[in-house]
């Protein structure tokens, strides 16, 4: 093929994940793009429901019509006590990976500016004027590259921030016993056994006979996938349940890291996602960050500039540092878990703990939810990271 035959774009995303498909949505909506030519590459045609997103929120979004269920109040479990949650303002609510999909494609596949090819990313090359991208079929060049193809060697191959996985397994199980509570949520059950990790149960009950159920870890190592199931196992016994049909399974891992992905951005190429450090390094929550950044980076590309750099996007805040510690402190010591999250929601005002995993709170605000913690930790990691 030569370079006449090569197509060219002005964006490409390569990648069709959840960060670039809330980007090219807003994109859309937002009207400005319009005269904007832009590619959308993944091996993978998004044709099955391969995860469920939760998040909270206080006013309706954009997203309200494929909220499949919403929870006005959370269950925080240890082997100690338990506490019910009240969220409101907030509100929890589940989105299933398809109906997002679904709903994102249904927009952007009556825009004639913007095509989606199922193809797998070979080769990503920028040169000093254009971003070239190769595929198993084809070679295309663009203005501007979005990629959300998560390079582990990145975080994973260095030393000075570190890197813990939230790995989990999740069952969304139909009981012949009604034992699930529909209006509440069990943000994390710490009564499993942790074996020196930071290890709990996380339910979702969608009516008093179904519920999703993952076995979630923040810890270095992933287990072998029966271990998770068996965990799942036990644990449906321990609520009453022997007699159920498992509907459907999902399984994943988030990286938790505080490593400056920022840094691999150039002038042409943007990192997304995961891939760019959307995830929240402290929670592996995804999708509130990403509707955020999102957000953010269409407002960006939606200023006109003769010198657009998208190294300039990325600006770095105390947040990052918070989360940081809280990783340092896991990373050494990951059977701590329990205790850390546990003097949090002990006490802690729940909207407060949210506003402030939303990085939305005030100083003031970030002091009364971090007093909460066992201080000795975090002023140790403090002076670790400091004089690193």
């Known amino acids: 093929m030569n370079s006449s035959q090569i197509k060219h774009f002005d964006y490409i995303f390569t990648g069709a994940g959840l960060a670039s498909l809330m980007t090219i949505y807003k994109m859309v909506l937002s009207g400005k793009f319009s005269d904007k030519s832009i590619l959308l590459l993944d091996k993978d045609s998004k044709k099955i429901n391969d995860r ?13 019509s494929i909220i499949s ?27 299933n990976g398809l109906d997002f999909y679904n709903f994102v494609f249904e927009k952007i596949s009556n825009q004639t500016n913007i095509t989606f090819l199922n193809e797998k990313v070979t080769d990503i090359n ?52 009604e034992v699930f509570n529909p209006e509440q949520v069990t943000f994390m059950d710490f009564s499993v056994e942790q074996k020196g990790n930071t290890r709990f149960m996380y339910v979702l009950p969608t009516s008093k006979s179904e519920a999703l159920i993952e076995y979630t870890l923040f810890s270095e190592n992933l287990l072998t996938k029966d271990e998770y199931e068996k965990e799942i196992q036990i644990y449906l016994e321990k ?20 490593y400056p992905f920022w840094k691999k951005s150039t002038k042409r190429v943007l990192n997304i996602g995961t891939a760019g450090g959307w995830t929240k390094a402290s929670t592996g929550y995804t999708f509130k960050n990403s509707d955020k950044k999102s957000s953010e980076l269409v407002k960006f590309l939606g200023v006109p500039s003769t010198s657009l750099r998208m190294t300039m996007f990325y600006k770095r805040n105390r947040f990052w540092f918070y989360d940081l510690l809280l990783l340092d402190i896991l990373y050494r010591h990951n059977e701590l878990g329990s205790s850390i999250f546990s003097s949090l929601f002990k006490k802690g005002n729940p909207k407060l703990i949210f506003k402030f995993l939303d990085e939305e709170t005030n100083l003031f605000e970030d002091f009364k939810v971090i007093l909460k913690c066992p201080k000795f930790l975090f002023i140790k990691a403090l002076f670790r990271v400091l004089f690193k």
């Open 126 to 177: 920028e040169l000093e004027n254009h971003v070239f991208v190769g595929t198993e079929e084809n070679r295309y060049t663009c203005n501007y590259l979005f990629n959300s193809i998560y390079t582990k060697a990145f975080a994973e191959s260095q030393t000075k921030y570190p890197v813990l996985q939230q790995h989990f397994v999740g069952w969304f199980v139909k009981s012949e016993s």
């Open 52 to 64: 469920t997103w939760s998040f909270w929120e206080k006013e309706e979004s954009i997203w309200k």
């Open 239 to 258: 609520l009453g349940i022997s007699q159920y049909e498992i509907i459907e399974k999902e399984q994943g891992s988030i990286p938790m890291t505080s």
């Open 69 to 95: 269920k919403k929870w006005d109040s959370a269950l925080f479990v240890n082997e100690n006590f338990k506490r019910n949650l009240a969220l409101k303002p907030y509100q929890y609510n589940k989105i």
